[in-house]
């Protein structure tokens, strides 16, 4: 596995191959990061994994200092994982300037959920990946489920943007407690290790509510909503949100449609996400 920094050595190095399967990350790895990368093998010539903290996606008073980079043992688990190349730039190398062209997807996909408890986040996602899909020369490029809206966000971004790339979801990851596995896991003191399983049960209470009645009308779905809420409150969480959307779009659901339980909620100081699909 080689491990490069600059965007000349990408270009150079990947100019022999001809389908990149891309893995884009911000690094400190866990088991759902090397998932992508297994799942990514047999999907190109060349599996890319991407190690960059973007700063573009952080509020000022989000974690972006504070933000773990371990390079070295990202680095290890990649190449048991089967990575064939590493890019990791600095900031200076993706920004040598002000990034003054950014992407600004819909407001009626990016300003909901995660894009209204985080102004901006998905024009920094979003310009980023962009970026790092043209310098990798991406065919193929996977991101996990457990950034639901995320994934979302990328696809339609790519299919306007009529890329030559084929986006492709990984399952959410979880312990075997439930906990979807997440880099900021490492934030949770080992007391609320053991209360963030409630945020998964939490869903699974109301992803099985909704299996069982699939007729539920609007005001039964902002009840179970409500509900969840009041569960997390109750056991010492701060939630944004429990929402019940459409698989499709992440709209207000209608009976019979495929559709998904998001949540966000703060644990102590650490903001966790997840998601269920119905």
Not at 111 to 118: A, Q, S, Y
Not at 201 to 209: H, S
Request: proline content about 6%; glycine content about 6%.
């Amino acid at each position: 596995m080689q491990v490069i920094h600059t965007i000349a050595e990408l270009r150079d190095l990947l100019s022999a191959y001809r389908h990149p399967a891309v893995v884009p990350t911000m690094g400190n790895l866990h088991a759902g990061h090397l998932a992508l990368v297994r799942q990514a093998k047999p999907l190109g010539d060349v599996t890319v994994s991407t190690i960059f903290v973007n700063r573009l996606q952080f509020a000022p008073h989000e974690d972006f200092d504070t933000y773990p980079r371990t390079l070295d043992a990202d680095c290890e688990q990649l190449e048991a994982a089967g990575c064939d190349l590493v890019f990791a730039p600095k900031e200076t190398e993706m920004y040598p300037q002000p990034q003054s062209f950014k992407v600004h997807p819909p407001t009626e996909l990016a300003d909901i959920l995660e894009g209204h408890f985080r102004p901006g986040f998905f024009i920094g996602v979003c310009t980023v990946v962009l970026k790092l899909l043209s310098l990798t020369q991406a065919r193929t490029a996977l991101f996990g489920k457990k950034d639901y809206q995320q994934l979302m966000v990328i696809r339609n971004m790519v299919k306007q943007f009529a890329m030559p790339i084929n986006i492709v979801g990984g399952e959410t990851q979880r312990s075997d407690d439930g906990l979807a596995l997440s880099s900021r896991n490492g934030y949770l003191s080992p007391a609320e290790r053991e209360q963030a399983v409630q945020l998964s049960a939490t869903l699974k209470t109301v992803a099985e509510a909704l299996r069982a009645n699939a007729a539920l009308g609007a005001a039964d779905i902002a009840r179970l909503e409500s509900q969840a809420m009041q569960t997390l409150s109750h056991a010492g969480w701060r939630p944004d949100y429990v929402a019940v959307r459409r698989q499709a779009d992440l709209q207000a659901p209608h009976p019979g449609d495929a559709m998904v339980v998001l949540a966000a909620a703060r644990l102590g100081a650490t903001r966790l996400i997840d998601n269920l699909e119905v």
